[in-house]
């Protein structure tokens, strides 16, 4: 029923695979789960493993332990929230689909900034901006710099939730980012091309027009695929 995985895999793995088997069906709504013991043994880890897996369900309301009896499927679905496998997620294919989700998403949100932005924005969108360049002409790789920019944006909405979906997403590919990072500051092409990139994202929310906001965005995302994939991560 379920794929064998390390002993030492983390236990989300194990509560992402038991969520997919409630999801199909096999452990049915107010049905019981396997004894901590069988589990441990289809999975291939330790009871422990499997004790922090229920917990993990246990919080986000899809099981229900109940005392002396065991672990039930909640009768009624609940609100869960966002999750990916780490494991997953760290697959070349996954990155190059995340970096997909994430280039709707900031041509949506850079849109959205161009209508919305105040001028106390702009001002923090500005000085984002040129955070970057200071930390590229001191030598450093500027990744935090490159986050707080898009974060920036985002914060000019006015939506929390571009916000958090945007730092969600990009836990996924932080690694990512550093390795194309330090590549476009050995390049001098790859790190014009990002800050002219990074200009005209900001110079069409400063105009207030939001197609040409969505747009460059949308070609920052796509050139930072290719420049991810010039690097080999994807």
Request: some cysteine.
């Amino acid at each position: 029923m379920f794929d064998k995985i390390p002993a030492r895999a983390l236990s989300d793995t194990v509560a992402q695979q038991l969520l997919k088997q409630i999801d199909k069906g096999t452990f049915e709504r107010g049905g019981k789960l396997p004894t901590e013991v069988v589990l441990a043994q289809q999975f291939g880890v330790s009871r422990t493993v499997i004790r922090e897996a229920i917990s993990r369900l246990k919080n986000e309301g899809v099981v229900e332990p109940r005392q002396g009896s065991g672990v039930f499927v909640a009768a009624h679905g609940s609100v869960r929230p966002l999750r990916i496998d780490s494991a997953e997620a760290a697959e070349p294919g996954s990155v190059v689909q995340i970096l997909a989700l994430r280039r709707a998403i900031e041509a949506e949100v850079a849109s959205e900034a161009a209508m919305r932005r105040s001028d106390a924005d702009m001002a923090a969108i500005d000085a984002a901006l040129a955070r970057i360049d200071q930390a590229v002409a001191e030598g450093e790789e500027g990744v935090a710099q490159d986050v707080a920019f898009h974060r920036a944006i985002a914060a000019a909405t006015g939506n929390p939730y571009f916000l958090k979906t945007l730092t969600f997403l990009n836990q996924y590919l932080e690694a990512g980012t550093v390795v194309t990072r330090r590549n476009e500051a050995l390049r001098e092409d790859f790190s014009r091309q990002v800050r002219e990139e990074h200009a005209a994202i900001a110079d069409a929310i400063r105009a207030g027009d939001p197609m040409a906001a969505r747009n460059a965005a949308r070609t920052h995302m796509y050139n930072a695929a290719r420049r991810l994939a010039e690097a080999g991560i994807c």
